[in-house]
């Protein structure tokens, strides 16, 4: 059985589960609530669209090579802070919606994958800005 593997980026979009970082945020600060800083706010993520995700899926699908594993990525690696930095501005909130909390025990520092090797064998290119 031919089978080819994907590891997608954090992945955001509609319909997202509530508890996740952007939706949570996002529901937050438009409910006047605090959103929670972890840590000193420096640990990166590369953030993947659920559209651009979706079709890197599918370009896997149709044009990969049985049992090679393919990296699909949002080509946004933001630390935690720049990304609360972004969230705020673009709802309209300020700093004074964010709560430091203490950084949760064996968080990865950074989750980011090279998608090098999705672009040359499938032409894969992430297309929505984050």
Same mark, same amino acid.
């Given at each position: ?43 990166? /993520?590369?953030?993947? !669209? ?9 370009? %896997? #699908? @149709?044009? $990969? ?23 705020l501005a673009r709802l309209g909130a300020d700093w004074s919606s964010v709560?430091?909390?203490?950084? /949760?025990?064996?968080? !990865? ?9 999705? %672009? #040359? @064998?499938? $032409? ?7």
């Amino acid at each position: 059985m031919p089978v080819c593997v994907t590891r997608g980026s954090n992945t955001y979009g509609p319909y997202q589960y509530p508890e996740k970082l952007v939706p949570r945020f996002v529901s937050r600060i438009l409910e006047g609530e605090t959103i929670p800083l972890y840590g000193d706010g420096s640990n990166r /993520r590369d953030w993947l !669209d659920v559209d651009d995700h979706c079709r890197g899926i599918a370009l %896997v #699908a @149709e044009h $990969g090579r049985s049992g090679e594993v393919y990296h699909i990525g949002g080509g946004t690696e933001l630390s935690n802070r720049n990304l609360t930095v972004l969230l705020l501005a673009r709802l309209g909130a300020d700093w004074s919606s964010v709560e430091h909390v203490p950084d /949760r025990p064996g968080q !990865d520092f950074r989750y980011a994958l090279g998608i090098g090797k999705a %672009v #040359a @064998e499938l $032409g894969y290119r992430p297309r929505v800005p984050f």
